[in-house]
């Protein structure tokens, strides 16, 4: 398993060239147990030009599959804790061409009228398996940079040249999943 920081790039193919099945773990803790934060992951299914092919390209706790069935959303997780809190499987080989990207966001569920943050969350990551071996290749640990956002895009797998790598891209955003599902052009039930 290799760990890896924001803005770094890691070839899942070059390990495994025949990897067909992705399981993408994302896990938290919450540090403040008096309040309930409930953090939701959430995937995106975006062309090369980052617009939304279709607005059915989505997974998150109100839509737990794709309508090509690309994405599986294991459920919502609404207390954290060890492990992965959420998950989400990509079947890799049944990705559309015009697909260039598939963006991995962590929000938290209505933190701006519950004044939530993510400096009150620790040990966050993003992890990608091998679904087929169960083999963790590669690791995202968020640090403390994060300590105001409400939202985090926190990966991304690219496809470039038939070849799949997973982008750390660690880049924060406000208003919750509803505002990042809008800049996708999509909508989601809160």
């Known amino acids: 398993m290799t760990i890896i920081?924001?803005?770094?790039k890691h070839n899942l193919t070059q390990e495994n060239p025949d990897i067909s099945t992705l399981?993408?773990?994302?896990?938290?803790?919450?540090?403040d147990t008096e309040q309930n934060f409930d953090l939701d992951a959430s995937a995106f299914m975006l062309k090369s030009d980052e617009h939304i092919r279709d607005r059915g390209d989505c997974v998150y706790y109100g839509n737990?599959?794709?309508?090509?069935?690309?994405?599986?959303?294991?459920?919502?997780?609404?207390?954290?804790?060890?492990?992965?809190?959420?998950?989400?499987?990509v079947n890799l080989k049944n990705v559309p061409k015009?697909?260039?990207?598939?963006?991995?966001?962590?929000?938290i569920?209505?933190?701006?009228?519950?004044?939530?943050?993510?400096?009150?969350?620790s040990?966050?990551?993003?992890?990608?398996?091998?679904?087929?071996t169960n083999i963790e290749i590669v690791r995202y640990n968020l640090g403390q940079e994060f300590f105001n956002a409400t939202s985090v895009v926190i990966g991304d797998l690219l496809k470039r040249n038939d070849e799949w790598f997973f982008d750390a891209v660690g880049i924060a955003f406000s208003g919750g999943l509803p505002a990042i599902a809008q800049d996708f052009d999509i909508k989601v039930k809160a």
Do not use: C, P
């Open 109 to 121: 569920h209505d933190a701006l009228n519950r004044s939530q943050t993510f400096g009150r969350v």
């Open 23 to 31: 399981l993408v773990g994302l896990g938290w803790k919450v540090s």
């Open 64 to 89: 737990l599959k794709d309508n090509l069935g690309i994405l599986k959303h294991s459920g919502d997780n609404k207390v954290g804790g060890d492990g992965d809190s959420e998950q989400i499987t």
């Open 123 to 132: 040990d966050a990551y993003i992890r990608v398996i091998d679904n087929d």
């Open 5 to 8: 920081i924001k803005n770094q």
């Open 98 to 107: 015009e697909i260039g990207h598939i963006t991995f966001v962590v929000s």
